[in-house]
């Protein structure tokens, strides 16, 4: 909303020393956002309003050139070339002096052209820097429709060359501020000056029959409809100079006088209007909905189909506007145009929009009447109208106004005087709250606490106590609420879950992953691509209602899929060593019950509650990871060594580790992972995840190069970790010794390192898998795992028969349990 400072002058007593900057801090502390202040181009030197006395027609050029005399108020006129036709003998117009410099550093002087000495400039609005308008003169009148500024007067203030115009961002829920009617109210409450209300007027009492026989067969939708008819409209007769300007500082184009005045009505009381062609109207009015097939060309050409929700304005011939959206073509004013019906109505907002937006025509009045507007300001709208019409157009009544006026009583709110108060921490006296209403408008009837509050017609959004609320604190002013920090309770911070979440993404990021959050949707498509069988429960998903993209209409119920399609991007991006992570909810949907449908009456009880949140799909929190291209990086130290499976298991066992439990590993098969060379991941005998290489098929599918390893496991499978405790320090020395043995190729490593650990027993404090080696000479069909062993007693130093004596047990126990073999 374009507020002009003039004009909302005439409306409210604003101080002699109030500055925009001052303005601008009163609408922000009344909840309405300035997005822009915009001030006209500067003008110096003489400009002032001249009259046309003389006009001498100078022949023999190409264009039209006349040489006019000018009074200025000074002794002698002046004498000024001017090519413009559009002015005569009589008018008032700007006359920029010599000496003046107009928008864009043009300088006017006293110069000779066309045999003449022009003395000065009279100016077009576009010259001035306030309009678009360069095909004429800009004329401010000639007297005969109201007095016409004198000659001399200053014509910066006349035109509007001082005007600054406050561009406001209004909130959907006060589409009463879009109109200097509601502006005035806020600001003159905002500033606590007097101010005057543009809809206080009392119509005329008209007299003879009705306008027009008017009939409104959907009243939900339509509770007031008011029309009145004109005759006698001067059609050539231009809008007056005062309302051009308005309309273009408020964004509106200027069309015709007639269209002009419901324009300039609208955005003064924020009623908005239609003016029909009267002669164009054929038959009784009649407001309805939609009939099968029916069809109508709105204002802009475009010819619409119908729907049955849409309400319409007919009459005899069918549809004749879209309800509080659009005319139609079949009525539009034109040129000739000399008789008027004029409409206003009071719509209902809901329906409004889904008209609007399904036939997307998002006009001036259908952003109005969605909002809500005030529904007692049809008729005055029209008497507005009517009477600005007649004083510019020559334009009269006829008959008496059609009102069809099918209004509820306002609703009563009841109130408790002390919930703004509660709500906002500050002590209103209920006297104060009753002063912030009627402030606001409403109507306070009650004493003490216990308030019944009617709030006024242009506020639909009043309907609730906690909306009065909410006016209170806004009037009394939201910088008068003290910050004031809550003291938080002791004993309080992080979860134990926040610190496991934190902790594994701190360790992951130390190890050289970076993490890659993706959004939790997934389509059928990758499902299929990573090889799901049928009866997977990951493929039991979640479906969006309104999903962003109709490709991906489900929520995620494993993190690979955003995981290896950023792998993808990156890859296609020309990086080649990528390590990958992220950690976010999944949402299995095998384990649902319906949801209830929940009403607006009334606050939902326990059992229904209960039932609410069991229909919620569980969020368990996973994390994976992903690996392509090496590990670890080629240089003059070496090859570098490509991502394998183990990485993954290695990732898998950094989780852990964080998170504080013992991880076991053990050969699995699931997809997408490629059999024999996929990891189950165990804790405390139960599978959390898996790890491995992608199966071939897969990496192809999803175009990600061979042997792509990835981990996933469920953090919130993991059981609460022990408090931890301090490990003992020896200060003996310690043991080193390495063993090898030979297994069979389809013993896993796990079981081996198991098996050594039991049998070596307390004395042994690490042991380390540092090599696998098969080939000559290790039979083939077994590999050989080499281990370094490190052993330390607390209380004593080791002999040398001791250590002896763990190897062997270790040794013992390994062949027992695995068939393990010494290596010579």
Same mark, same amino acid.
């Given at each position: 909303?374009?507020?002009?400072?003039?004009?909302?002058?005439?409306?409210?007593?604003?101080?002699?020393?109030?500055?925009?900057?001052?303005?601008?801090?009163?609408?922000?502390?009344?909840?309405?956002?300035?997005?822009?202040?915009?001030?006209?181009?500067?003008?110096?030197?003489?400009?002032?309003?001249?009259?046309?006395?003389?006009?001498?027609?100078? !022949?023999?050029?190409?264009?039209?050139?006349?040489?006019?005399?000018?009074?200025?108020?000074?002794?002698?006129?002046?004498?000024?070339?001017?090519?413009?036709?559009?002015?005569?003998?009589?008018?008032?117009?700007?006359?920029?002096?010599?000496?003046?410099? %107009?928008?864009?550093?043009?300088?006017?002087?006293?110069?000779?052209?066309?045999?003449?000495?022009?003395?000065?400039?009279?100016?077009?609005?576009?010259?001035?820097?306030?309009?678009?308008?360069?095909?004429?003169?800009?004329?401010?009148?000639?007297? @005969?429709?109201?007095?016409?500024?004198?000659?001399?007067?200053?014509?910066?203030?006349?035109?509007?060359?001082?005007?600054?115009?406050?561009?406001?961002?209004?909130?959907?829920?006060?589409?009463?501020?879009?109109?200097?009617?509601?502006?005035?109210?806020?600001?003159?409450?905002?500033?606590?000056?007097?101010?005057?209300?543009?809809?206080?007027? @009392?119509?005329?009492?008209?007299?003879?029959?009705?306008?027009?026989?008017?009939?409104?067969?959907?009243?939900?939708?339509?509770?007031?409809?008011?029309?009145?008819?004109?005759?006698?409209?001067?059609?050539?007769?231009?809008?007056?100079?005062?309302?051009?300007?308005?309309?273009?500082?408020?964004?509106?184009?200027?069309?015709?006088?007639?269209?002009?005045?419901?324009?300039?009505?609208? %955005?003064?009381?924020?009623?908005?209007?239609?003016?029909?062609?009267?002669?164009?109207?054929?038959?009784?009015?009649?407001?309805?909905?939609?009939?099968?097939?029916?069809?109508?060309?709105?204002?802009?050409?475009?010819?619409?189909?119908?729907?049955?929700?849409?309400?319409?304005?007919?009459?005899?011939?069918?549809?004749?506007?879209?309800?509080?959206?659009?005319?139609?073509?079949?009525?539009?004013?034109?040129?000739?145009?000399?008789?008027?019906?004029?409409?206003?109505?009071?719509?209902?907002?809901?329906?409004?929009?889904?008209?609007?937006?399904?036939?997307?025509?998002?006009?001036?009045?259908?952003?109005?009447?969605?909002?809500?507007?005030?529904?007692?300001?049809?008729?005055?709208?029209?008497?507005?109208?009517?009477?600005?019409?007649?004083?510019?157009?020559?334009?009269?009544?006829?008959?008496?106004?059609?009102?069809?006026?099918?209004?509820?009583?306002?609703?009563?709110?009841?109130?408790?005087?002390? %919930?703004?108060?509660?709500?906002?921490?500050?002590?209103? @006296?209920?006297?104060?709250?009753?002063?912030?209403?009627?402030?606001?408008?409403?109507?306070?009837?009650?004493?003490?606490?216990?308030?019944?509050?009617?709030?006024?017609?242009?506020?639909?959004?009043?309907?609730?106590?906690?909306?009065?609320?909410?006016?209170?604190?806004?009037? !009394?002013?939201?910088?008068?609420?003290?910050?004031?920090?809550?003291?938080?309770?002791?004993?309080?911070?992080?979860?134990?879950?926040?610190?496991?979440?934190?902790?594994?993404?701190?360790?992951?990021?130390?190890?050289?992953?970076?993490?890659?959050?993706?959004?939790?949707?997934?389509?059928?498509?990758?499902?299929?691509?990573?090889?799901?069988?049928?009866?997977?429960?990951?493929?039991?998903?979640?479906?969006?209602?309104?999903?962003?993209?109709?490709?991906?209409?489900?929520?995620?119920?494993?993190?690979?899929?955003?995981?290896?399609?950023?792998?993808?991007?990156?890859?296609?991006?020309?990086?080649?060593?990528?390590?990958?992570?992220?950690?976010?909810?999944?949402?299995?949907?095998?384990?649902?019950?319906?949801?209830?449908?929940?009403?607006?009456?009334?606050?939902?009880?326990?059992?229904?509650?209960?039932?609410?949140?069991?229909?919620?799909?569980?969020?368990?929190?996973?994390?994976?990871?992903?690996?392509?291209?090496?590990?670890?990086?080629?240089?003059?130290?070496?090859?570098?060594?490509?991502?394998?499976?183990?990485?993954?298991? #290695?990732?898998?066992?950094?989780?852990?580790?964080?998170?504080?439990?013992?991880?076991?590993?053990?050969?699995?098969?699931?997809?997408?992972?490629?059999?024999?060379?996929?990891?189950?991941?165990?804790?405390?005998?139960?599978?959390?995840?898996?790890?491995?290489?992608?199966?071939?098929?897969?990496?192809?599918?999803? #175009?990600?190069?061979?042997?792509?390893?990835?981990?996933?496991?469920?953090?919130?499978?993991?059981?609460?970790?022990?408090?931890?405790?301090?490990?003992?320090?020896?200060?003996?020395?310690?043991?080193?010794?390495?063993?090898?043995?030979?297994?069979?190729?389809?013993?896993?490593? !796990?079981?081996?390192?198991?098996?050594?650990?039991?049998?070596?027993?307390?004395?042994?404090?690490?042991?380390?898998?540092?090599?696998?080696?098969?080939?000559?000479?290790?039979?083939?069909?077994?590999?050989?795992?080499?281990?370094?062993?490190?052993?330390?007693?607390?209380?004593?130093?080791?002999?040398?028969?001791?250590?002896?004596?763990?190897?062997?047990?270790?040794?013992?126990?390994?062949?027992?349990?695995?068939?393990?073999?010494?290596?010579?």
């Amino acid at each position: 909303m374009r507020v002009p400072i003039g004009w909302l002058a005439e409306h409210v007593d604003l101080p002699a020393e109030t500055t925009v900057e001052d303005l601008d801090t009163a609408f922000v502390r009344l909840g309405l956002e300035v997005e822009d202040v915009h001030r006209p181009e500067e003008v110096t030197g003489p400009l002032v309003v001249g009259r046309v006395l003389e006009v001498e027609e100078l !022949a023999g050029f190409k264009k039209p050139i006349r040489y006019c005399r000018v009074d200025v108020g000074e002794e002698e006129p002046r004498g000024v070339v001017c090519g413009a036709t559009n002015f005569a003998v009589g008018d008032a117009v700007v006359v920029a002096l010599p000496g003046a410099v %107009l928008p864009g550093g043009f300088a006017i002087s006293a110069r000779t052209t066309y045999g003449h000495v022009s003395d000065g400039m009279i100016c077009s609005a576009r010259e001035l820097g306030i309009g678009e308008d360069h095909a004429g003169i800009l004329v401010l009148g000639d007297g @005969t429709t109201g007095p016409a500024p004198e000659a001399g007067t200053p014509a910066g203030p006349v035109v509007g060359l001082d005007d600054v115009v406050v561009e406001l961002a209004v909130t959907p829920d006060r589409g009463y501020c879009l109109s200097m009617r509601g502006i005035a109210r806020e600001i003159g409450t905002g500033l606590a000056v007097g101010w005057r209300d543009p809809g206080a007027l @009392t119509p005329p009492a008209w007299s003879g029959d009705p306008a027009w026989a008017v009939t409104v067969e959907d009243p939900a939708r339509c509770d007031r409809f008011s029309m009145i008819a004109l005759e006698g409209l001067d059609p050539t007769a231009p809008s007056p100079w005062w309302m051009r300007r308005r309309l273009a500082q408020s964004g509106v184009r200027s069309i015709s006088l007639a269209v002009d005045v419901t324009n300039y009505v609208m %955005l003064e009381l924020g009623q908005p209007m239609h003016a029909f062609d009267r002669d164009r109207v054929t038959g009784p009015i009649a407001v309805r909905l939609a009939r099968p097939g029916e069809r109508l060309t709105t204002l802009d050409g475009v010819d619409r189909a119908l729907d049955a929700d849409d309400l319409l304005i007919t009459d005899g011939s069918g549809p004749i506007g879209l309800a509080a959206v659009m005319g139609g073509a079949t009525t539009e004013i034109g040129d000739g145009t000399s008789s008027v019906l004029l409409e206003a109505a009071h719509w209902e907002p809901t329906g409004v929009a889904r008209t609007a937006r399904r036939h997307r025509l998002p006009s001036e009045a259908a952003k109005r009447f969605e909002r809500g507007v005030d529904p007692e300001m049809t008729v005055v709208a029209l008497a507005r109208a009517a009477a600005l019409l007649g004083e510019y157009g020559g334009a009269r009544v006829v008959g008496t106004p059609v009102d069809v006026d099918t209004r509820a009583p306002r609703p009563v709110v009841a109130l408790d005087a002390g %919930l703004p108060g509660r709500v906002a921490g500050v002590p209103y @006296t209920p006297a104060q709250v009753v002063e912030l209403l009627a402030a606001v408008g409403c109507t306070v009837d009650g004493e003490g606490a216990e308030l019944a509050v009617t709030p006024p017609p242009w506020r639909p959004d009043l309907t609730d106590p906690a909306d009065l609320a909410e006016e209170v604190v806004r009037l !009394a002013g939201y910088d008068d609420v003290p910050s004031v920090l809550p003291t938080a309770p002791p004993g309080r911070g992080l979860t134990e879950g926040q610190r496991r979440r934190r902790a594994v993404g701190r360790a992951l990021a130390e190890a050289g992953y970076v993490e890659a959050p993706a959004y939790p949707f997934v389509g059928a498509a990758v499902l299929d691509a990573l090889g799901l069988p049928e009866d997977d429960p990951r493929r039991a998903v979640v479906l969006v209602r309104n999903p962003l993209s109709e490709e991906e209409p489900a929520l995620r119920t494993t993190l690979l899929p955003g995981l290896l399609a950023t792998l993808a991007r990156n890859l296609a991006r020309g990086q080649r060593d990528l390590a990958l992570f992220e950690h976010g909810s999944v949402f299995p949907g095998d384990r649902r019950s319906p949801a209830p449908l929940l009403g607006v009456d009334r606050r939902p009880d326990d059992d229904v509650l209960a039932a609410l949140l069991g229909a919620v799909p569980a969020q368990p929190w996973h994390v994976a990871v992903a690996l392509a291209g090496h590990r670890e990086p080629r240089g003059w130290w070496g090859p570098g060594r490509p991502a394998v499976w183990a990485d993954a298991v #290695q990732a898998a066992r950094l989780v852990t580790e964080a998170a504080g439990v013992e991880l076991a590993v053990r050969a699995g098969e699931r997809a997408p992972w490629h059999p024999g060379r996929c990891a189950e991941l165990l804790v405390d005998g139960a599978v959390v995840g898996h790890a491995g290489e992608l199966h071939p098929r897969v990496c192809a599918a999803l #175009q990600l190069p061979a042997r792509t390893s990835v981990m996933e496991l469920d953090l919130d499978a993991l059981p609460a970790a022990g408090v931890p405790a301090g490990p003992r320090v020896s200060a003996f020395p310690p043991v080193l010794m390495d063993l090898a043995l030979v297994v069979g190729e389809e013993v896993p490593a !796990a079981e081996v390192d198991a098996a050594l650990r039991a049998g070596a027993g307390d004395l042994l404090e690490s042991l380390r898998l540092f090599d696998v080696w098969t080939g000559a000479p290790v039979p083939a069909g077994s590999r050989s795992l080499a281990y370094a062993l490190t052993l330390r007693a607390p209380d004593r130093t080791l002999t040398g028969e001791e250590a002896a004596a763990v190897r062997d047990a270790a040794v013992t126990a390994a062949a027992e349990r695995t068939g393990a073999v010494l290596r010579a």
